[in-house]
Structure formats: structure tokens, C-alpha cells
């Protein structure tokens, strides 16, 4: 009776052992299987933020389009769940210029030195008064002007808008000279890595992932088409997005996105047309757009058809540092508006 007790009581450990055993394998292959998908559901959560903060940028997008076409006032109220992201303001970060004669007879050039001063040089000598629009107001002066460069002064503040009509004797536009640095929005999200970066600028879209260069995922409004009659058409829509409050980091946020009012720069024929661009976003935005736009120019020299091209070519050196002319020489359709909005929280 004794032995057989004995053999009882070592079935019974006999059996726990192996329990704890099974239930340690059991564990160990969890944890072995945890470990290996790791990485894979790291980046099912990096997807899936991912595919929230684009989300956040085309309800943006949508919503900043609608509203900046409206007329001055009109606005929308918004409200977002903002779970992993955060959105920042990034201020004065494009600068644009956009220049023309008005008139095939005259070649005007005008150059912005500072906030309050400007050269202005006239090929045939036919300006009398020049309009000038900046931050502060406007005001309308009398020119004396040479076929030398000329230094005037104002006392409107141009840093940020600038807007430059000059006038003929008899009150006609000859020339028109238009400047603005344009603010956009940031949309950060933290991934395995580091932070991956969308930037809303002048409905362009850039994107950058932790540890890789910027990508540009959609280009500023500027088309280029050819009208019945021959003439080229050029198309110039800029947008500028300014921020009064500060915006999400996680939660719910609700904003107001209000129109300043859209307006019209150039609507009409013009000639010698030419624009620049500086990106501070940083080192390769600039160069990356100013390759895609004069990608067909390059192509055209490469084969030896640029004397038969028309489009967006360099206005002095081919990398375009220079700035961009459209089918120069000619006389183009050039229509450019200008459209702001102010988001408020």
C-alpha cells in the first residue's frame, strides 16, 4: 500500500511538471512569435498613421480651396480628430515674383531693393506715375524717368505684398510688377525613426519620411495652354494661409477658415513675362520644381527644337536662378490671382 501511494504521488508531480512545461513552451513561443512581428505591426501602426495625417491634409486642402475662392468674409467652421499628428503654421516660407509689359512697345524692369525703396528702368522712356500697393495701403507717385535705372522711395511697407503698376502720360498700364511671400501649413507625425513631415504651401504638397530626402507630391497652380488663335495661355493661382491661435497636438480642434478675399494681379495680354521662385522649406524644394518646370525646355534643347518651343524656359541661365519666362517674344494670355485665407481657432 505504501509503494502504491508513492507511485501516485509521483504521477501527480509527473503531471504538474509537464503543465508547467507545456505552458512554458506555450509562452516562449508567444514571445518568440511577439518579437519576430514586431516590425511588422510597427509599421502597421506607421501605415496607419500615415494614412491619418494625409487624411487631415486632404480634408485641409479641400476646405482651404473652397473658401479661399469666396468672396471676403465667408468662411467654414471645421472640426477634426487629431490623434497622432500635430499641425504647425510655417510662416514666409515661398516667395514669388511675377512681372510683365502690359504693352508690346515698352520693355520696364523693376527691381525691389528693400521694404521701402525700389529701381525702376524703362527702354523707351514712357513712364510718367507708378502705383504702389504694399502692407500699409497704397499710393500713386510721378516718375521722371531715363533709360538709366532709377532709385525711388515709398512709404509703403513691401516685405511680405508688394503690387507695382506704372503708367503711361496718359494714365494707361504699361507695366505691372507683382511680389508676395506666401505661408502654408505642417502636418508632423511620429514614426518608428523619427518624424514624417507633410507641408501644405500654396496647394502644393511636399512629403518627407524619417531618414529620407523631401518629395514633392503635388505642384503650385500654374498652367500652361494653348488657346484657338495660337497665343499661349499661362495660368497663376498663389494662396496664402496665415494662422491666428495655435492648432492641434492630439484631441479635437475645432477652426474657422476665413476668406480675405480673392484677387485678380494679371488678366489680359502681356509681354516679356517673367516669375520667380524661392523655396526656404529647405535646400532641394527649389531646385526639384524649377527641374519639373523646365523639364520639356531641357528636352526640347536636347533634341534641337528649342527654337520652336513654347512653354516655361529660363529667363537668362538654363538652371533657372535667373527666374522663368513663357514663350518670350511673344505676346501670351497671362492670367494670375492672388487668394488668402486666415485659420482661426
Known amino acids: 500500500m505504501t509503494k502504491s501511494r508513492l507511485d ?15 505552458l512554458a513552451m506555450i509562452i516562449s513561443v508567444m514571445a ?3 518579437v519576430f512581428l514586431q516590425p511588422y505591426i510597427k509599421d502597421f501602426e506607421d501605415n496607419t498613421k500615415w494614412s491619418t495625417a494625409t487624411g487631415l491634409a486632404d480634408r485641409f486642402e479641400d476646405r482651404i480651396d473652397v473658401v479661399s475662392a469666396s468672396p471676403e468674409g465667408t468662411g467654414v467652421r471645421q472640426t477634426l480628430l487629431v490623434k497622432s499628428s500635430y499641425i504647425t503654421p510655417i510662416m514666409n516660407v515661398e516667395s514669388w515674383t511675377i512681372s510683365a509689359d502690359l504693352v508690346g512697345t515698352e520693355k520696364t524692369l523693376i527691381q525691389i531693393l528693400n521694404v521701402s525703396s525700389f529701381s525702376i528702368q524703362s527702354m523707351n522712356n514712357t513712364p510718367n506715375w507708378i502705383f504702389i500697393q504694399g502692407e500699409n495701403g497704397s499710393e500713386i507717385q510721378p516718375i521722371n524717368n531715363t533709360d538709366e535705372p ?12 508688394a503690387l507695382f503698376i506704372v503708367y503711361d ?10 511680389s508676395v511671400t ?3 501649413l505642417k502636418i508632423l507625425t511620429n514614426m518608428q525613426g523619427g518624424t514624417h513631415e507633410i507641408t501644405l504651401i500654396n496647394e502644393a504638397r511636399t512629403e518627407k519620411f524619417p531618414n529620407d530626402s523631401r518629395e514633392i507630391k503635388q505642384q503650385p497652380v500654374l498652367k500652361i495652354d494653348e488657346l484657338v488663335d495660337g497665343t499661349i495661355r499661362c495660368s497663376i493661382r498663389l494662396l496664402d494661409v496665415s494662422v491666428n491661435g495655435s492648432l492641434a497636438k492630439g484631441g479635437t480642434v475645432s477652426y474657422d477658415i476665413i476668406s480675405n ?5 494679371f488678366s489680359d495680354s502681356a509681354y516679356n513675362m517673367r516669375f520667380t521662385y524661392v523655396s526656404t522649406l529647405d535646400d532641394i524644394t527649389t531646385p526639384q520644381l524649377h527641374e519639373i518646370w523646365l523639364s520639356d525646355y531641357i528636352w526640347n534643347r536636347a533634341s534641337g527644337t528649342s527654337d520652336s518651343f513654347r512653354g516655361i524656359s529660363p529667363w537668362e541661365r ?3 536662378s535667373d527666374g522663368f519666362t513663357v514663350d518670350l517674344g511673344n505676346r501670351i494670355d497671362l492670367e494670375v490671382d492672388f487668394q488668402s485665407v486666415v485659420i482661426e481657432t
Do not use: C, K, R
Request: a negative charge; zero cysteines; proline letters at 4%.
Open 261 to 265: 478675399g480673392p484677387e485678380t494681379i
Open 8 to 22: 501516485d504521488d509521483t504521477a501527480g508531480v509527473s503531471e504538474v511538471i509537464g503543465v508547467v512545461m507545456m
Open 32 to 34: 518568440g512569435v511577439w
Open 169 to 178: 502720360e496718359d494714365m494707361n498700364p504699361i507695366h505691372q510688377h507683382f
Open 318 to 320: 538654363a538652371s533657372g
Open 150 to 161: 532709377m532709385l525711388l522711395n515709398h512709404s509703403q511697407w513691401t516685405n511680405n505684398y
Open 182 to 184: 506666401l505661408s502654408g
